[in-house]
């Protein structure tokens, strides 16, 4: 990890197009702007975790589950 130290106004820069400035530091909270392109992804910490989580929960499924949707579904001897 590498660790800086900024003051407001100034900033660091990853890549060729992302640029992180330090906004305002107050209290015990730091504001910061960052500036990249619309197409890339940014998220606080806790919401991607959460993201994270939510896409394994959604990868597990039971055996139980696919019988009972399968049930629900016609048959093809149902079909004409």
């Known amino acids: 990890m590498l660790v800086l130290t900024r003051k407001p106004g100034e900033g660091i820069i990853i890549g060729d197009n992302i640029k992180i400035t330090v906004i305002e530091v107050k209290g015990g909270g730091i504001r910061i702007g960052i500036d990249a392109p619309a197409e890339m992804k940014i998220h606080r910490q806790e919401v991607y975790d ?22 629900k579904l016609p048959s093809r001897k149902d079909k004409p």
Not at 50 to 71: F, G, P, V
Request: charged content about 30%; glycine content about 0%; cysteine-free.
């Open 50 to 71: 959460r993201i994270l989580a939510e896409n394994k929960e959604a990868t597990q499924w039971n055996l139980a589950d696919l019988n009972e949707l399968s049930d």
